[in-house]
């Protein structure tokens, strides 16, 4: 197990009693979830673990592996090593459930996409049965050879096409285990994302579950991002995302998910890069028309009214418009209110742990007027300079876009209640044009 430093820790230096410096420049953590080899690198499976650079990878989580890819990737588009965990989920067996009547749904999904992990036995013929991967719920059947099963890797639901019975082998991960081994990497008073490498509606929820109670009550502000799940099969036999079907069960404002991911000619996807944008801004900085560094075309290719419809169901689209880029930014959250993008979500995480970090800085001083001031005084120059980077609004004659207010519990002399509120500057993410031709 590594030894976690605290390079993301947002603190107040407290100088001659008082406050003095805090630090909100702070650099993000970034946990990488995703499938190794612990049997040919040194790294063991459930164990958030570092290395120094890219020479470290392959003997660390086993050459060629999905997590190796991943850190390549996030580290070509802006997240230095040093700041990067990866943590390899454990794989599992199961051997010969059972399907019986030529449908039903496995018990451990999502299972390993990978045909050499999977036997499908048909028990009734006593043949050996070749499985096909489709991504439809339930999965098509109706261009399946005799001997072939529709089996969907999400949810495990398997489809013959008959009403013999099937046997069925198969692998998958243990992604809980992983999610509770990296509670700490991210520690009270940091912010920072995990990345989870899986495409499965069920184990984004899982993870955003498992972060949501740091995030509420231990001050690590954990935001989550993971890939869509494909919901169509296209024409190759390829997963892809029907967008006008597309929905999901995911919604919270800490939570963002992508998508297409697949690369054409590949068996990785460009989850890493988008895991070293999201890592990697600044925090004045969008993720909005970033372009990903070092990957090839993806297997869809989305166009804008696509794009714009994805967005709507809550996924971050992909552009495959010459270089891939992100064409969003919104959580997957529901709620209204203020626009829940990644931009205003790290913004807030930053101040929420400021004002927590200004507030502790005054345990032990006299609850009195001088008390309340500093931290009001103290909390809103931290939001002026962030006024003054520009990335969030001003207060003017008419409009208060952001404010501080620190008093006295009514219920509790020894206690001070600091509210803050703030309007983070608009993202442009859509250009009209319009052109005049004098003839």
Known sequence: MTTYGNPARIFVDVEGGGIGALNLDTAQKIVLFGAGDPGSGSAQTNDPTQVSGPGELASTFGADSELVELFRGAAANGVAYSMMYGVMPAKQSVTGEAIAGGSGELGNAPILEDTAEITVQNTTAGQEATPVWRYESPPQTGDLADDEVAVNPFSGEVEAGDTDDYEVDYKYYQWQDAFDAATGVIQEQEEGLWYVRSEAESIISDAIATAVPLRENQWKMVRVAGDAQ????????????????????????????????????????????????????????????????????????????????????????????????????????????????????????????????????????????????????????????????????????????????????????????????????????????????NT
């Open 230 to 437: 494909p919901n169509a099969t296209a024409a190759d036999g390829s997963a892809s995302i029907d967008v006008d079907a597309y929905a999901d069960n995911l919604d919270n404002d800490a939570l963002f998910v992508t998508g297409p991911v697949r690369q054409a000619n590949s068996s990785y996807t460009v989850s890493g890069e988008v895991a070293g944008v999201f890592g990697g801004v600044d925090t004045d900085e969008s993720v909005i028309g970033q372009t990903l560094t070092g990957v090839g075309e993806l297997t869809q290719t989305l166009n804008v009214p696509d794009q714009e419809a994805l967005e709507d169901e809550g996924v971050i689209p992909l552009s495959n418009a010459g270089a891939v880029s992100i064409e969003g930014n919104l959580s997957t959250s529901t709620a209204t209110g203020w626009t829940r993008s990644y931009f205003a979500r790290r913004l807030a995480d930053q101040l929420i742990l400021a004002a927590r970090a200004i507030g502790r800085a005054t345990r032990g001083d006299i609850a009195n007027d001088d008390t309340t001031r500093l931290i009001e005084s103290r909390l809103g120059d931290e939001i002026v300079d962030l006024v003054d980077d520009g990335v969030l609004e001003p207060n003017s004659r008419t409009e208060t876009n952001w404010f501080v207010t620190a008093v006295e519990d009514d219920a509790n002399p020894r206690k001070l209640n600091v509210s803050f509120g703030f309007t983070p500057e608009g993202i442009v993410d859509t250009i009209e044009f319009s052109a005049t031709i």
